[in-house]
């Protein structure tokens, strides 16, 4: 949720042990998920797939949507397509649902024989991405493209404006090892946070694909980011506290 970074909390612990009398209690059910629509729902946005390609993303405030400010997040390659990802579906498995996270399962086949492995963890405020693949396919296999202005940034300073105006912005391949980038506006923002090795940062705001935006890689397996969404930011101060909170792991003790 919104605890800080290196906050303590003390919490007491209550279960009822099945050899108890008494009607067993147990939490209320509830879901992210709506199946008809194919989208996921949380209090902090809305996220569409189609032909199992994340295909929407929206910042919501007070249980409203806002605009759509994400037009895709694809698997990006010369051999497969710069700006689509054509191709078939071989599995779409909702893993898991529940009230606090919901797990959806893609894999799904490319053009040039390419075929990833998708696994979308949806939590109230974020969702992570872990990305496995059969052969190497350029390196880029998160790439977001945009639909609305914002201002992008990320940990080693630079900046740009994503507008479809411009090309690699000095910003393309200058980021070394990222931690983390973020794309902002007034009604929404959403941060990426590096949760596996990267090797730097794509960026190209040209053409249809606005901003073309994504984490650069090597790997093949246990590839894994997150991105948090925010409903709106005037910098990117929020970005550096997500990468805390995700990069320090939650610890636990028993008293």
Not at 10 to 27: E, I, K, N
Not at 116 to 136: A, G, H, M
Not at 149 to 167: R, S
Request: hydrophobic share 35%; aromatic share 12%.
């Amino acid at each position: 949720g919104k605890l800080a970074a290196n906050a303590t909390r003390r919490l007491m612990v209550l279960w009822r042990d099945t050899a108890s009398p008494g009607p067993a209690s147990y939490a209320p059910g509830a879901s992210f998920w709506r199946e008809a629509q194919q989208t996921i729902v949380t209090p902090a946005y809305e996220a569409r797939f189609e032909h199992g390609t994340l295909t929407f993303l929206a910042a919501r405030k007070d249980g409203v949507t806002g605009r759509q400010f994400l037009k895709s997040l694809i698997l990006s390659s010369a051999e497969t397509g710069w700006s689509d990802e054509d191709g078939k579906v071989e599995e779409f498995q909702v893993e898991h649902s529940g009230p606090v996270r919901t797990i959806i399962k893609v894999r799904k086949a490319l053009k040039a024989g390419v075929v990833y492995e998708k696994r979308y963890t949806f939590y109230p405020q974020r969702f992570d991405v872990e990305i496995t693949l059969n052969k190497s396919a350029g390196g880029l296999y998160s790439r977001a493209h945009y639909v609305e202005q914002g201002t992008y940034t990320d940990d080693k300073g630079n900046k740009a404006t994503v507008d479809g105006k411009g090309d690699g912005e000095d910003v393309y391949g200058k980021n070394r090892n990222p931690k983390w980038y973020a794309v902002f506006a007034r009604d929404w923002a959403h941060s990426c946070v590096a949760l596996s090795p990267f090797d730097h940062i794509a960026y190209w705001d040209a053409g249809g694909g606005w901003g073309a935006i994504g984490l650069t890689t090597g790997q093949l397996k246990g590839i894994r980011m997150s991105y948090v969404i925010h409903s709106g930011a005037s910098d990117a101060a929020f970005a550096e506290e997500d990468h805390r909170r995700l990069t320090t792991p939650m610890t636990l003790a028993w008293e």
